[in-house]
């Protein structure tokens, strides 16, 4: 963001889905991408552009398109070291986005082959908090940690995992007089 910030903003969590969300778990732009693995966490502008550098400069010289899904909108204010408790927040620090479990970060379109992809976004998860999965245009979308494949379903997810026979428990209740 170009304009400073006028309210400090609290630190807040990750977006978690629960309710069945797989928004942001696909991609939309381009043909590869990098996705989010172990779980929700805070990543830097700086530790974002790093990895969007790496990727620029192992593909230096040809012809794609790289599509950044995160923004770096929240304020991180911090106070010095040795600091007495109390006397408010502190001062801005550095921009920061919350990136939810199973979030694409970056996309890539373009005429290149997959293992030249598949390396630069190994070698830009490397540079970056957390461990990363590649993706292609087409994989399944996630809802938490568990891919919607073949026989998963949303719906699925959400039923009893065992099915419990209602005649032992209606035998097992008291009888009433």
């Not at 928004?23 to 552009?49: C, E, F, M």
């Not at 040795?82 to 694409?104: L, P, Q, T």
């Not at 997959?114 to 245009?137: D, H, I, N, S």
Request: glycine share 12%; aromatic share 8%; charged share 30%.
């Amino acid at each position: 963001p170009v304009k400073g910030h006028t309210k400090k903003s609290r630190k807040g969590r990750p977006r978690v889905p629960t309710g069945g969300s797989t928004r942001g778990t696909t991609l939309v732009y381009g043909s590869y991408g990098l996705r989010l693995l172990d779980h929700h966490r805070r990543i830097s502008a700086k530790q974002l552009k790093n990895g969007e550098d790496t990727i620029r400069k192992r593909l230096r010289g040809m012809k794609y398109r790289l599509y950044m899904r995160v923004c770096a909108n929240i304020g991180v204010y911090t106070s010095g070291n040795e600091v007495r408790m109390g006397k408010g927040k502190g001062r801005f620090d550095y921009w920061a986005s919350r990136v939810a479990v199973s979030r694409i970060i970056f996309e890539l379109e373009g005429n290149l082959h997959e293992e030249v992809a598949r390396e630069a976004f190994r070698l830009a998860g490397a540079k970056m908090p957390g461990m990363y999965e590649f993706v292609k245009k087409g994989d399944p979308p996630v809802m938490g940690i568990t891919k919607l494949r073949e026989g998963v379903t949303k719906d699925g997810l959400f039923r009893p995992r065992r099915k419990v026979p209602l005649e032992p428990t209606a035998a097992a209740l008291p009888a009433t007089v």
